[in-house]
């Protein structure tokens, strides 16, 4: 396999679990395993731009950034930005979503495209159903990532965001090796020519990729490093 470009979520990936938001040590040996065998790494996150990138530029893994579920990349070999998404949702979805018990994220105010909302404390699952039959006739789309709700226009997703990438760099998904551990992750894994998750992840997300690791975040993905490394 010509793998060139591994695209890796951030939230439950490369933090210590599913349920954790505190980067794990594993994944900088990850990150610096794939760089000393010439991948190129990419960030792919729900999170606003600017977290993106300073992530990026702490953990040193200088790739292209994709931000806000595949909306905005960010390319810092030239400092451009590109907009995948057009438009935001407006405060009548917003309204529409806080009816619901949801409560917006604090990064919403720097966010252009995709929105964020926590969930209802005691609600279950069920919920982000409900606001997916309410608001994707609307014309947007909602994502569920395990830490947050998000809704944003058409056109957007991981996997558009990834696109762009491999526009700029002139490679295709052939060239992709790609690990998540959230439902928002699923367009993206199963695109990617090989495609992971960590052991904590939910069911629809294991039976989207090609390799389940057999530890959580960080973990999980130091030891899919470990196998690109052997290819």
């Known amino acids: 396999m010509d793998l060139r470009l591994v695209a890796v979520d951030v939230d439950g990936t490369l933090t210590e679990s599913s349920r954790s938001l505190r980067l794990s040590p594993h994944s900088i040996e990850a990150i610096r395993m794939l760089k000393a065998r010439g991948y190129i790494i990419a960030l792919i996150t729900g999170n606003v731009l600017p977290v993106a990138i300073g992530l990026s530029i702490y953990l040193g893994t200088e790739g292209p950034v994709v931000a806000e579920n595949g909306c905005i990349v960010f390319y810092p ?131 989207a990729v090609k390799y389940v690791a057999s530890k959580p975040g960080g973990e999980g993905f130091l030891e899919f490093a470990k196998l690109l490394a052997s290819i």
């Open 77 to 207: 070999d030239s400092l451009r930005e590109e907009h995948v998404c057009r438009g935001a949702p407006g405060p009548e979805v917003v309204e529409l979503v806080k009816s619901m018990g949801f409560k917006p994220a604090w990064q919403n105010r720097f966010r252009e495209h995709d929105l964020a909302f926590h969930m209802p404390r005691d609600a279950d699952y069920s919920l982000v159903g409900k606001v997916r039959e309410l608001v994707e006739p609307l014309g947007f789309k909602v994502y569920w990532s395990g830490f947050a709700l998000h809704i944003q226009p058409q056109g957007g997703g991981k996997d558009r965001g990834v696109e762009a990438i491999l526009s700029h760099l002139n490679l295709t998904w052939d060239n992709v090796a790609a690990i998540g551990d959230g439902e928002n992750d699923i367009p993206m894994l199963l695109k990617a020519r090989l495609s992971a998750t960590t052991i904590d992840s939910p069911a629809t997300v294991k039976r």
